[in-house]
């Protein structure tokens, strides 16, 4: 196999998306393109995850590395701790651990309030203000997320 090109790869991993996502980015990609990407804020949240669980191994050309087929899924985990965190041209968040144990949910996870709690009144509104701040005059800042529910 190793002949014929076949190489031995680790699979990158990726989130789960529709086949809508891919065919709507050129037309966001258009959209945007004249935006002014330095008064962006970007922030996520992620859970950091341990285990012994080894590598998904996949044999492809390395240029079908990154087709579906060699990619693996991201599936959500049970344990482990969330953070979250924000970037944007010259500056970024503080790295924040998510305290889930005071969640009044459901299923006593992430929720909308836990979300203004710990997030967005201590740290994302002044990081805005400061971003606000420096483009006074020029542009409004905006922050981009993911479509999580509780944001």
């Known amino acids: 196999?190793?002949?014929l090109g076949r190489i031995a790869y680790v699979a990158k991993r990726k989130p789960l998306l529709s086949p809508a996502v891919p065919l709507a980015r050129p037309y966001w990609l258009r959209l945007t393109s004249n935006h002014e990407w330095?008064?962006?804020i970007f922030t996520?949240?992620?859970q950091v995850v341990s285990g012994n669980k080894g590598p998904l191994w996949v044999r492809c050309l390395a240029s079908e590395r990154y087709q579906n087929d060699a990619l693996a899924p991201r599936f959500r985990?049970?344990?482990g701790f969330h953070v979250w965190a924000g970037t944007w041209h010259g500056g970024?968040?503080?790295l924040i651990?998510?305290?889930l144990a005071k969640s009044g949910g459901k299923r006593a996870g992430f929720t909308s309030e836990l979300y203004i709690q710990q997030i967005i009144n201590p740290v994302l509104?002044?990081?805005y203000q400061r971003l606000r701040n420096r483009w006074r005059g020029y542009c409004e800042p905006v922050i981009i997320q993911d479509n999580s529910r509780v944001h």
């Open 97 to 99: 651990k998510l305290d």
């Open 77 to 79: 985990k049970e344990h």
């Open 44 to 46: 996520d949240e992620v």
């Open 92 to 94: 970024r968040t503080p």
């Open 1 to 3: 196999l190793h002949r």
């Open 38 to 40: 330095r008064a962006v």
């Open 125 to 127: 509104k002044p990081a």
